[in-house]
């Protein structure tokens, strides 16, 4: 039976754990310290700890073994794509064969991880990879937050004894966060935690398509992070077109989000993805102008990175610019997000498809 992971314990159960393994207590704090705070996963190279209780893995690749009676890692990566812009795309292979990518977004004066919360999507939105083939399992939270940890090696330096701080986490990777409610929550209060990784709830955002039951769930939380709406298109009509696997409608969905902003006193964000001729006509520009202002909601627009059965095309350079003047025009607070990765898989997916049938 393998141990506790370091990543499902508070402070008080990691001590317990290293207590009774026959260690006193301050090993726990020690062994918190490198994980946490220096980011370090390998027990051979935790350099205060007892060597009988160290064991490095067979490779830089391989899962961390245990030190002190605690898991620190049951994934491996098992590839990787960087861009010329730094993005850095991870795939992560878990304890039971399945993979899950990640990324990590630098920026002068941040660095932001996107983590999955799923194994494949069952959104089955048509313009994403996550889910081409099909949901497989929720992921648990250790799972979401060994992403972090991976993330933050290929951060790192060359060398390096400390890994550099993630900033900012965002949940848009593979799955849907809030289809797997209890893991994902649970992930955000590690991340938070002061004696864990530390990181402002500010800086932390959940996306999510719905339902709308699971956002004001999640407004009911004491949890001021920053909600996303994944809306990619104005009325349920095309929404539905294009994500055909959401149930409730955008007036719905724009009702809890009103609820959000009440109960947290934090604006929301829609996010669309711009697709050719499909929804970034000034027709809809219009209309998501309309939903945006109902609830002071921010908008980020992206254009849309095609994956090889993708359906649709990217838009011109012309076309985003015009449908964010459009959307300007009207007083809405508008950010066109560059495109990052542009050089690699850079799709949510793809570099798991890419991979998969290889090995």
């Not at 141990?3 to 008080?12: E, F, G, K, N, V």
């Amino acid at each position: 039976m393998m141990p506790a992971s370091i990543l499902d314990m508070s402070r008080d159960e990691l001590r317990q754990a290293v207590t009774h393994a026959g260690f006193p207590v301050y090993r726990a704090d020690q062994l918190a310290d490198w994980v946490f705070v220096k980011g370090i996963t390998d027990p051979a190279a935790m350099t205060n700890l007892p060597k009988a209780r160290q064991s490095a893995p067979p490779s830089p690749d391989a899962a961390a073994t245990c030190a002190l009676g605690v898991e620190i890692l049951s994934s491996r990566l098992v590839a990787s794509d960087q861009d010329a812009d730094g993005t850095t795309k991870l795939l992560i292979e878990f304890a039971d064969g399945q993979r899950a990518e990640t990324v990590l977004i630098p920026e002068p004066s941040r660095a932001t991880a996107c983590l999955s919360t799923q194994i494949g999507c069952a959104m089955g939105c048509r313009f994403c990879a996550s889910g081409a083939g099909g949901f497989v399992r929720n992921m648990t939270a250790a799972e979401i937050l060994q992403q972090v940890l991976h993330l933050r090696h290929a951060l790192a330096n060359p060398g390096a004894m400390a890994a550099p701080r993630i900033t900012n986490v965002v949940f848009m990777g593979m799955g849907e966060p809030l289809a797997n409610y209890a893991a994902t929550i649970a992930a955000v209060g590690s991340l938070i935690d002061p004696d864990r990784f530390a990181l402002s709830a500010r800086s932390i955002t959940i996306s999510t398509i719905g339902p709308a039951r699971a956002i004001r769930r999640l407004a009911n939380e004491n949890l001021p992070i920053t909600l996303a709406i994944s809306l990619h298109a104005p009325t349920d009509e095309l929404r539905r077109s294009i994500m055909p696997a959401v149930r409730d409608s955008i007036d719905e969905l724009m009702s809890a989000a009103e609820y959000f902003f009440q109960s947290r006193k934090r604006e929301v964000t829609l996010e669309y993805v711009l697709i050719d001729s499909v929804n970034d006509t000034m027709l809809c520009a219009d209309a998501l102008a309309n939903l945006a202002r109902r609830v002071r909601c921010n908008v980020n627009l992206i254009a849309l990175n095609p994956t090889d059965d993708c359906p649709y095309n990217r838009p011109t350079s012309g076309a985003v610019r015009n449908f964010a003047a459009r959307l300007k025009n009207r007083g809405v607070n508008v950010h066109v997000r560059q495109s990052r990765g542009g050089g690699q898989s850079a799709a949510c997916g793809q570099l798991r498809l890419r991979k998969e049938p290889q090995e």
